[in-house]
T-cell receptor, first 115, second 112 residues
Framework: KAGVTQTPRYLIKTRGQQVTLSCSPI?????VSWYQQTPGQGLQFLFEYFSETQRNKGNFPGRFSGRQFSNSRSEMNVSTLELGDSALYLC??????????????FGPGTRLTVT | KNEVEQSPQNLTAQEGEFITINCSYSVGISALHWLQQHPGGGIVSLFM???GKKKHGRLIATINIQEKHSSLHITASHPRDSAVYICAVRLNYGGSQGNLIFGKGTKLSVKP
């Protein structure tokens, strides 16, 4: 099976712009989670989607949003970019077991730089 | 105080040594994950635990739910084990149920 893919891999944006990142999960996986990784804060949970519904959301401002399509592909959007949004954005896909995501498979990430 | 604490932050070992990385947490959890991140950013999920012990090759992970503590052991360490090891817990309460909280990571360097 193909792994989790994320596009684009690298992105440079200017403050105030918006950005959309894409994640294609492993075939058959219906749960997609998004994470932000920065040197200062480490890894932080953004949100999780299952069957086109947001199941969980981390402690991020409303500028961060996401969605999932019927084919399980997911996108996240950051509006009005700030310098502090510069980070590695990772998505992970999984199946569910007992109502919670099982072992997660991570994509390579999108490195976003905001100037 | 962070909800998930890892120790040590940095670890240097000689090839062949037995390595232990610790993770303590202060919240209610439904599962604990150990992740490995190599330079360049790629993350691999090593283990997901809710009780007891799991083994995969030279890696062993244990969890003590009562003591809120988990350990990751690497036997016969090798330079290719050099990476950052991250502990993450899945919350089991309230509005945050299902959210993951991560430790800061342990940077392991194994010298030949």
């Amino acid at each position: 099976k193909a792994g989790v893919t994320q596009t684009p891999r690298y992105l440079i944006k200017t403050r105030g712009q918006q950005v959309t990142l894409s994640c294609s999960p492993i075939s058959g996986h219906r749960s997609v989670s998004w994470y932000q990784q920065t040197p200062g804060q480490g890894l932080q949970f953004l949100f999780e989607y299952f069957s086109e519904t947001q199941r969980n959301k981390g402690n991020f401002p409303g500028r961060f949003s996401g969605r999932q399509f019927s084919n399980s592909r997911s996108e996240m959007n950051v509006s009005t970019l700030e310098l502090g949004d510069s980070a590695l954005y990772l998505c992970a896909s999984s199946t569910l077991a007992g109502g919670a995501p099982y072992e997660q498979y991570f994509g390579p990430g999108t490195r976003l730089t905001v100037t | 105080k962070n909800e998930v604490e890892q120790s040590p932050q940095n670890l240097t070992a000689q090839e062949g040594e037995f390595i232990t990385i610790n993770c303590s947490y202060s919240v209610g959890i439904s599962a604990l994950h150990w992740l490995q991140q190599h330079p360049g950013g790629g993350i691999v999920s090593l283990f997901m635990l809710s009780s007891g012990k799991k083994k995969h090759g030279r890696l062993i992970a244990t969890i003590n739910i009562q003591e809120k503590h988990s350990s990751l052991h690497i036997t016969a360490s090798h330079p290719r084990d050099s990476a950052v090891y991250i502990c993450a817990v899945r919350l089991n309460y309230g509005g945050s149920q299902g959210n993951l909280i991560f430790g800061k990571g342990t940077k392991l360097s194994v010298k030949p």
